[in-house]
Structures are given as C-alpha cells and as structure tokens.
C-alpha cells in the first residue's frame, strides 16, 4: 500500500490546494492531508477548524484522510507509515524552498521520497495568504476557496 502525506498550513484550504489533493489521491493508495499546528504563526483558523473544513471538501475523496500534526514532517511520516511526501509548486521560489526542505528531509528519513505536483494553470498565483488578504479589505473571494470555507471566511470577519 503506498500511503502520502500533502503536508500544509491549509489556512484556509484553497481550490488551489484542493487540486492538488484531488490529483494526487488518484496517484497513492491513501492520502493523508497533513494539518500542521505551527506554533510560530498566529493562523486564521484553529487546527481543528481546518481539519473541519478540510473534511467536508474531501469527503468524497475515499482515500483521504485529514490528519492534523505538529513537530517534523519526517516524525509524522514514520508515525503514519506514509513512504512519500507530496508537495505542490507554483513557481520557481516554491521549487528553491521545497528542494531544500525536501533534501533536508531525506537526509533525516531516507526512506520518505518527496514528489513534487506543479499547480494547475488556473491555480498559480494562489495562496491562502492571498486569500486572507483579499478578504480583510472585504474582496469577492468565492474564486478561490470552496463555499464551506467562504462561510468560515465570513463568520471570522463579523
């Protein structure tokens, strides 16, 4: 069984992000969507609001399982017996820090192998950063994050 990890701050999960959940659960047998609680920044959303939101944008996806986790990717790796990492590139900066993270990481676990997704087209510029600050200036977000998220989005700025 070849199990992954799309690890992420999912803060909040975007279309973006979703894409690429969608394409690489049809590339593993299951998917864990890695929520990491990242005590240096203060998010939007608690870990339990985005493995919320996370599981009802998934939930037609059998084999993806939203798990949230905080420390190493490697420790979280060997803890869930997930052998690959998948991570998701916009541009040639993702690609420059994702190399590093990925080279350090395997370094660490030698046996977890990173695969990198370039975005779809329509999701380039997207990042959940872009998001929030679209939608503290009270901008039309319903592009890029998925209704249940909007909601979620909308309850935070009342």
Known sequence: MLRAIYPGSFDPVTYGHLD??????????????GVLNNKAKTPLFSVEERVK?????????????????????????????????????????????????????????????????TTS?????????????VAAFGGDISQFVPPVVLENIEKKRK
């Open 53 to 117: 939101m996370l599981g009802e944008v998934t939930k037609d996806m059998p084999n993806v399982k939203i798990i949230p986790f905080e420390g190493l990717l490697v420790d979280f790796a060997r803890k869930t017996g997930a052998r690959m990492v998948i991570r998701g590139l916009r541009a040639i900066t993702d690609f420059e820090y994702e190399l590093q993270m990925s080279q350090t990481n395997h370094k660490m676990e030698p046996d977890v192998e990173t695969v990198f997704l």
């Open 121 to 133: 087209l329509e999701y380039s510029y997207l990042s959940s950063t872009t998001v929030k600050e």
């Open 20 to 33: 690429v959940i969608k394409r690489s659960s049809k590339l593993v047998d299951e998917l864990i969507v």
